[in-house]
């Protein structure tokens, strides 16, 4: 009896890693990077931007809003790039975290000399073991000549939350192991540097 209970357990087991590995493919089928109902698809973040609402009212103007779109898709286009150069592992993404970067950072290119066209982008990521990877450098209009730049630090979930937001994948691997799993926190830093300034420090926001 007790080892037909120790079979019975180990098919039990088989088949729980099964329906797992059936969900990861079905989520992984036709995206580079992976999203779930908690970190919604790329398609949905669009819709959210579309509706002309943020994080700090509505946007005046449709062509303000379509740049903040474009820059959604940007961030977007960098993590899809990262994820195969530099990480090597699978990335999951909060469902509003590019929507507020972006907002965050057209609203802070809004004073500056030639608005966001002035505009260079870093993203980093930082690890729970505080390791930090430079994801990408991205110039918003390559044509205008850069009058500040924007640090983006996007930050690796703790296990501890993981394991609550996502029960059913205790078992993933965590962080940026070769084709592991990273799960991103909803919060983010921005540092703005001012190049037309002399000696102008960095300003950090964090969100």
């Known amino acids: 009896m007790a080892g037909l209970e120790k079979v019975l357990g180990k098919f ?6 099964k329906l797992i590995a059936q969900t990861i ?17 790329a398609e949905d973040l669009m819709a959210m931007l579309e509706d002309e609402r943020n994080s700090y009212g509505v ?12 820059l959604a898709h940007k961030l977007y286009a960098s993590l899809h790039q990262a994820r195969v150069n530099t990480l090597e592992c699978e990335i999951l993404i ?9 907002q965050d950072v057209m609203r802070m290119c809004a004073n500056e000399p030639y608005g966001w066209r002035g505009c260079v982008l870093y993203l980093t990521l930082e690890e729970n073991n505080l390791k930090k990877t430079e994801l990408a450098r991205i110039e918003l ?16 979930e703790p296990k501890f939350h993981i ?13 940026c192991s070769r084709w592991g799993t990273l ?16 000696n102008s420090k960095w300003e950090t926001y964090s969100h």
């Open 141 to 156: 209009d390559p044509t205008t000549v850069a009058t500040f730049e924007l640090s983006i630090t996007i930050h690796e």
């Open 163 to 175: 394991r609550k937001i996502l029960p059913n994948f205790r078992q993933m691997r965590i962080g």
């Open 59 to 70: 946007f005046e103007h449709q062509t303000e809003l379509k740049q903040c779109v474009e």
């Open 183 to 198: 799960v991103l926190s909803q919060g983010f830093t921005i540092a703005k540097h001012k190049l037309y300034i002399h």
């Open 25 to 41: 493919e079905g989520v992984l089928e036709n995206r580079e990077v992976i999203e779930t109902d908690y970190c919604k698809n």
């Open 94 to 102: 909060p469902s509003q975290m590019l929507r507020k970067i972006s």
């Open 12 to 17: 039990r087991e088989l088949y729980k890693r």
